[in-house]
């Protein structure tokens, strides 16, 4: 028995006490028809639940899309969150000492190859060249000294050389005149004394062209001397254009300039600032050199080969992502590189899953953008249907 009905028995007993214990109304209102009884609401109908069909229809169709999305790609796929852009960054230091003169550049300042980064003072640097240069033009008067000095023993050569050419005649014509004399002596024709005086001069030829000799040996002598120290001062001539070619490139180094393309960062130096050769000015990131270095568990690296495509995702780009290539695999782990690699041989072994390096290429249009920075994490997923060998992988698979 439902509410409504237990109001309206109610409603009839109390109708029926009042009817009993008062008079009987007289009139129009003994005429009045009673009252109708109100009907209860029909009973609503139950709705199906339909939410968990809705739900568990989800749940597979999205189970089915990503089944299909894993056979036909993903299990071709070798991923690592392990990846960030890197850069051969270059460390701008200063070859020689000396005060800051100048600083060039500001802290995030793209600059081009050859722009002076930073200046130090040159002047010491260039006393230093022209120090050398005068070094040089000191010796090389000296080499043109020497050349007139050879010149001159030359001569004096040749003039020894023909006075022992006249010292050879006149021995020759003393022999004559002994030779003569001496066979007059023994036809007793001539006297004694003719013959000894012509032997004297016999002697006297002799004596005479030994010193011509010697003086052309000296004069030779004198030459080879002359044409050593010739060399010794050519010598010292490129010893001090060595040195001077030294102080040129000291000087040079004053002025610090970029090696490439780039943007400046890290820059900790002011004017004024005494430098060390080596300290560490500022540093220069390429924008047009920047590669990927993802680094894959030693379980994923069997299907990696160079020239596999890789689809990159950057983080701080969510719109697309850029296609890279393999372009190597490093020779061993990253642990096996770190100052203090680990050693398994003592003590208690835990097996950690190691991670080798590998190297992924970016596409030249990229790059081209500079919108990339090092050190920008990224998510790397390297098709290995792609790689050279890769239509062989995709059939065997």
Not at 147 to 163: M, S
Not at 228 to 240: G, S
Not at 278 to 303: H, S
Not at 337 to 360: D, H
Request: proline residues 5%; without cysteine; glycine residues 8%.
């Amino acid at each position: 028995m439902t509410a409504s009905h237990s109001a309206s028995a109610l409603r009839d007993v109390s109708r029926s006490d009042s009817t009993v214990g008062t008079p009987a109304p007289t009139g129009e209102a003994a005429a009045s028809p009673p009252p109708v009884e109100a009907k209860a609401p029909p009973a609503r109908r139950k709705r199906p639940n339909l939410v968990l069909p809705v739900i568990a229809l989800a749940l597979l169709g999205a189970a089915g899309w990503y089944g299909h999305d894993w056979w036909t790609d993903g299990r071709f796929l070798v991923s690592t969150d392990d990846a960030y852009i890197q850069g051969d960054i270059a460390i701008i230091s200063p070859k020689v000492s000396g005060y800051v003169e100048k600083v060039n550049v500001v802290e995030n300042q793209q600059v081009h190859a050859g722009d002076p980064l930073v200046t130090l003072d040159a002047g010491d640097y260039q006393l230093a060249v022209t120090r050398a240069e005068t070094a040089i033009e000191a010796s090389r008067l000296a080499v043109t000294r020497i050349d007139a000095q050879i010149i001159g023993g030359e001569a004096a050569l040749n003039q020894a050389e023909a006075q022992q050419g006249a010292l050879e005649a006149a021995l020759r014509g003393a022999e004559i005149n002994q030779k003569r004399a001496s066979e007059l002596v023994d036809k007793s024709v001539g006297t004694a004394a003719d013959l000894d005086n012509a032997q004297v001069a016999l002697e006297q030829a002799r004596a005479n062209l030994v010193a011509g000799q010697a003086a052309v040996s000296s004069a030779q002598a004198n030459i080879g001397l002359l044409q050593a120290q010739r060399r010794e001062a050519v010598n010292t001539v490129h010893a001090q254009e060595l040195a001077r070619d030294q102080a040129s490139r000291d000087l040079s180094f004053t002025v610090l300039k970029a090696p490439y393309d780039g943007i400046v960062g890290n820059l900790a130096v002011q004017t004024g600032d005494l430098v060390s050769a080596g300290k560490r000015l500022a540093a220069l990131v390429p924008l047009t050199q920047l590669y990927i270095e993802a680094n894959f568990k030693e379980t994923q690296i069997g299907e990696l080969e160079p020239g596999s495509r890789v689809r990159v995702h950057v983080d701080a780009f969510e719109a697309h992502d850029i296609e890279g290539t393999v372009q190597s695999i490093a020779p061993a782990s990253g642990s096996v590189f770190s100052m203090l690699p680990a050693e398994n041989a003592t003590g208690n072994f835990t097996k950690v899953i190691q991670r080798v390096p590998v190297r992924i290429s970016l596409p030249a249009d990229v790059l081209a953008d500079k919108h990339l920075r090092a050190g920008l994490s990224v998510v790397v997923d390297v098709d290995t249907r792609t790689a050279p060998s890769g239509d062989a992988v995709a059939a065997a698979k």
